[in-house]
C-alpha cells in the first residue's frame, strides 16, 4: 500500500492555491480534497490526485466542502475517479455540505452513483 502525503503542502511562508485538487490522509481514508474552482485549468492536478487516491488502495472520500463552483471538467474528474475505484473495488464517498457539487450531479442525474460521507 502506497503512503499517503500531502505532496502540495505549503514550505513555510508559502500559501496553499486558491484552486486546488488534493490528496490527504485522514482516518485511514484517502481524501481528495477540491477547493476553490474545479475546472479544466486542474487537469494535471486531477490526473496526478486520482492515481494517488487509487493507488492508496484506502476508502476515497470526496471531499467539497471547500469547492466553489465545478464545472463539467470537475464532474468528470468525479465520475472517472467513482469508477476507477469502483473497478478496484475501491469505495467512494461524497462529503459535500454546501452541495456545490451534489447539485451538478443532481442536474445530471448521476446523484445516486456516489453515497454521502457519513464520518
Known sequence: MTELRDAHAPELGETRPVHAIRVEPEDGRAVVRLVGEIDAALRAEASA????????????????????????????????????????????????????LREVLDMVGLSVVIPDDEG
Open 49 to 100: 490526485s486520482m492515481g494517488m487516491a487509487l493507488m492508496s488502495g484506502l476508502p476515497v472520500v470526496i471531499d467539497a466542502t471547500e469547492a466553489t463552483f465545478v464545472d463539467s471538467s470537475g464532474v468528470a474528474f468525479v465520475l472517472q475517479l467513482h469508477l476507477a475505484a469502483s473497478e478496484a473495488g475501491i469505495p467512494v464517498t461524497l462529503r459535500d455540505p454546501h452541495r456545490v
